[in-house]
């Protein structure tokens, strides 16, 4: 299935992404029209998903300038994109400072709409008083919406948080995210799970899916979680539950997956095991205080390719910590991020939203997926699943 728009370069993947991303197809079909002429900035991985997007977009006349977050970037997207005609900021070894750059470059398209991941560009168009003919945006991950809501003021414009929705955090970030999460650990070691002890930190959607899918696979599970209602959630799941500290000693596979920046501070370094590996499954890669990391390495061997990385830490007092491509998403690094179908119901819900901000005037601030849009979704998702 190939558009006009991406005529230009054969990219197999984003070929692939489309034939298997029915509802976006059908969604940007039906409610695309008013999109037709908007200029979109759009901050999102930049993968074949994405791509496939941005070609449905591009087809239903709207002008898309685009960045990726630092460290998931698929260089080979990103030209496939630009030899297509889409301004496109970013590479794969992108640091923050140039990140910022590019969210900067973005915002300059004079943008209508906001497609937002981590809350960059909105916080980023805020600070710079917002783009004359901006209406509104969504926001793609927890991340970007506790930053958003934990701003002084709400947004002057309507900001759809696209996690807000039960059928995004059920589909992509509890099964998709548990998926994805462990093929990339699998593929970034080529280890073997069943018997592994795995500690999986922070029980949100992300980390049960992680959790539960490591258990399926074999793994003695322990979860870490502050949260005392998603704790007992994990016990019901059968997982070991208890303090971080203490689960940290017979530990040896570390799925970080809270959001929050220096859950593995100095004190949780100090307990953890001889051998262990720590992979990244939040949105950045600030869940390892470096700082306190580095003060503690005597060396570091690397293995694997830039942005793939395998780090060895050899501590000073002689153990070593394998650190997975720096704690970014190791989905998104290793393997080939969430899988198509739980990405063509995310990437739906966001082409609805947008369509639905460009089309009404909402209510300025964060706010969830209008819920009828959500249950058309999922009885939509219902309906394809059950016809086979
Ligand atoms: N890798 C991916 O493809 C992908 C996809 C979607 C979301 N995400 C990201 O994954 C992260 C988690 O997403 P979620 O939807 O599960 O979020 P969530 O906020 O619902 O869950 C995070 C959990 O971590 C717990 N927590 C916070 N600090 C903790 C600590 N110090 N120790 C133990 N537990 C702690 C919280 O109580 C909460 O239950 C976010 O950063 C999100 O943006 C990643």
Redesign the pocket.
């Known amino acids: 299935m190939s558009l006009p728009f991406l005529s230009a370069v054969r990219h197999d993947g984003t070929d692939w992404a489309l034939r298997h991303m029915p509802l976006l197809r059908e969604t940007v079909r039906r409610h695309g029209a008013v999109l037709a002429g908007k200029r979109i900035a759009m901050c999102l991985h930049i993968e074949p998903k994405t791509a496939a997007l941005v070609a449905l977009l591009t087809e239903a006349g709207a002008e898309v300038t685009l960045t990726g977050s630092p460290g998931t970037t698929q260089d080979d997207t990103a030209d496939a994109l630009r030899a297509s005609g889409t301004t496109v900021y970013g590479r794969r070894d992108d640091t923050p400072d140039r990140h910022r750059h590019h969210i900067d470059r973005v915002l300059a398209c004079d943008p209508h709409l906001l497609l937002d991941n ?1 809350g960059d560009l909105t916080v980023a168009a805020l600070e710079g008083g917002g783009p004359p003919h901006l209406v509104g945006g969504t926001e793609e ?4 919406a506790l930053r958003i809501r934990a701003l002084p003021s709400p947004p002057p414009f309507p900001v759809v948080v696209i ?1 807000d929705s039960r059928l995004k ?1 059920l589909v ?2 509890e099964f ?2 548990g998926q ?2 462990v093929q990339g650990f699998m593929n970034a070691t080529n280890l073997m799970l069943p018997g592994a002890r795995a500690t999986v ?8 899916g992680v959790a539960n899918t490591l258990a399926r696979l074999g793994a003695r599970v322990s979860v ?4 005392p209602y ?1 704790a007992l959630e994990a016990v019901m799941h059968g997982h070991e539950v208890g303090p ?1 500290d203490t689960l940290l000693p017979r530990t040896r596979l570390l799925f970080l ?4 920046p220096g ?1 593995v501070g100095a004190d949780q370094l100090d307990a953890l095991a001889d051998g262990t590996i720590v992979a990244g ?4 890669a600030w869940e390892v205080d470096q700082a306190a990391l580095a003060a503690r390495t005597a060396s570091i061997r690397r293995y694997g390719t830039a942005g793939d990385e395998r780090a060895v830490h050899r501590l000073s007092d002689g153990r070593e910590i394998t650190v997975l491509a720096g704690t970014a ?1 190791i ?2 690094t290793a393997a080939k ?2 899988p198509i179908q739980a990405m063509d119901l995310g990437l739906t819900l966001q082409a609805r939203s947008l369509a639905a901000v460009a089309a009404l005037p909402l209510a300025p601030g964060a706010q969830p997926v209008p819920a009828d849009v959500d249950r058309e979704i999922a009885a939509s998702l219902v309906a394809r699943l059950t016809a086979d």
């Not at 997956?257 to 929050?260: F, I, K, L, P, V």
């Open positions: 981590g991950t927890t991340t970007g996690n955090l992509e970030n998709g995210v994805s999460v930190v922070g029980y949100g959607p992300c980390g049960l870490a979680e502050t949260d998603r971080l997956a809270t959001g929050h859950v499954v939040g949105h950045r998403m989905n998104l991020g969430n």
